[in-house]
Nanobody, 117 residues
Framework: QVQLVESGGGLVQTGGSLRLSCAAS????????VGWFRQAPEKEREFVAD???????SYADSVKGRFTISRDNAKNTVYLQMNSLKPEDTGVYSC???????????WGRGTQVTVSS
């Protein structure tokens, strides 16, 4: 299936912004639902946001109003704009791809986001 590569992570202060990118390897990416997940040390991976092939979006309550997910199928890329960042947003952010309502079968390696207080 598609291969995914995340980028855009870094170190920011509380209240800062970052834009993450999830780049895919094939045009078939346009048929996929793409989700962003994050994992902090000693915590489980948690859902952040996703976007369907039709552009429908969903967000975790913890990021609603601060994060925006979008996609550019011509570039085979999904973005996660993160504003008003908080220390609890710290973690490794990974993107995954799925067909329809099926499981996420493809994952990237992740990009580190660190928010200092």
């Amino acid at each position: 299936q598609v291969q995914l590569v995340e980028s855009g992570g870094g170190l920011v202060q509380t209240g800062g912004s970052l834009r993450l990118s999830c780049a895919a390897s094939a045009r078939a990416f346009r048929l996929q639902t793409v989700g962003w997940f994050r994992q902090a040390p000693e915590k489980e991976r948690e859902f952040v946001a996703d976007i369907s092939n039709t552009g429908r979006t969903s967000y975790a309550d913890s990021v609603k109003g601060r994060f925006t997910i979008s996609r550019d199928n011509a570039k085979n890329t999904v973005y996660l704009q993160m504003n008003s960042l908080k220390p609890e947003d710290t973690g490794v952010y990974s993107c995954g791809a799925a067909l329809g309502g099926g499981p996420y079968g493809s994952w990237g390696r992740g990009t580190q986001v660190t928010v200092s207080s």
